[in-house]
């Protein structure tokens, strides 16, 4: 069971360019969340979804774009990257049903823009 | 607005001995909270949860938290730190409100164990 798998695991790229962070859970977790960590920031809530088909904004969506076409993967595309784009990015997943509110992590993507 | 409030930054003790993070949220209905740890270059890992019930809760790697309604606090405790202990630690209360499911994260206090 591998849980949370994200690729890559690291990236460097020049401003301006694009890229697409893949997020892959194998746990039939209907809702799916993408955070971006920065140092002494904790986590921010970039996007989320409850369920294929239906993605929404978090607290800091600009320059972020998802989409969520199968339950299992929630990819998370990075347009005309900005040096402010350089960050630790996590993608996580949830049961939607009950009270298990617990979020499951992936190990994280390392992006620096340069 | 709900919040969370990790008020150290960052706490050293010493290999053996005890441990708390002490963790404040601000929401008006009853809160789920989470622990969870992250190790350095890793991703997070739920500790514990409280949802109901018993307001001293166990969780994985000998911790403990204890809810209290009256201080809106969720302390983290350890009698006894390893030095495998040393990481940054999260604590976050969901909104239950909606289906959305969102946890509203503390901004983190990084613990480190001298030998």
């Known amino acids: 069971n591998a849980g949370v798998t994200q690729t890559p695991k690291f990236r460097i790229l020049k401003i301006g360019q694009s890229m697409t962070l893949q997020c892959t859970q194998d746990?039939?977790?209907?809702?799916m969340y993408w955070y971006r960590q920065d140092p002494g920031m904790g986590l921010k809530l970039i996007y989320y979804?409850?369920?294929?088909?239906?993605?929404d904004k978090g607290e800091v969506p600009n320059g972020y774009n998802v989409s969520r076409s199968t339950t299992e993967d929630f990819p998370l595309r990075l347009e005309l990257a900005a040096p402010s784009q350089t960050s630790v990015y996590f993608c996580?997943?949830?049961?939607?049903?009950?009270?298990?509110?617990?979020?499951?992590f992936g190990p994280g993507t390392r992006l620096t823009v340069t | 607005a709900q919040s969370v409030t990790q008020p150290d930054i960052h706490i050293t003790v010493s290999e053996g001995a005890s441990l708390e993070l002490r963790c404040n949220y601000s929401?008006?209905?009853?809160?789920?909270l989470f622990w969870y740890v992250q190790s350095p270059g890793q991703g997070l890992q739920l500790l514990l949860k409280?949802?109901?019930?018993d307001t001293l809760v166990q969780g994985i790697k000998g911790f403990e938290a204890e809810f209290k309604r009256s201080q809106s606090s969720f302390n983290l405790r350890k009698p006894s730190v390893h030095w495998s202990d040393a990481a940054e630690y999260f604590c976050?209360?969901?909104?239950?409100?909606?289906?959305?499911?969102?946890?509203?994260w503390g901004l983190g206090t990084s613990l480190a164990v001298n030998p």
């Open positions: 976050a209360v969901a909104l239950n409100a909606g289906n959305n499911r969102k946890l509203i």
């Open positions: 929401y008006g209905a009853t809160p789920y």
């Open positions: 409280y949802f109901s019930g």
């Open positions: 746990m039939n977790h209907n809702y």
């Open positions: 979804s409850v369920g294929a088909g239906i993605t």
């Open positions: 996580a997943s949830s049961y939607s049903q009950g009270l298990a509110y617990e979020q499951y």
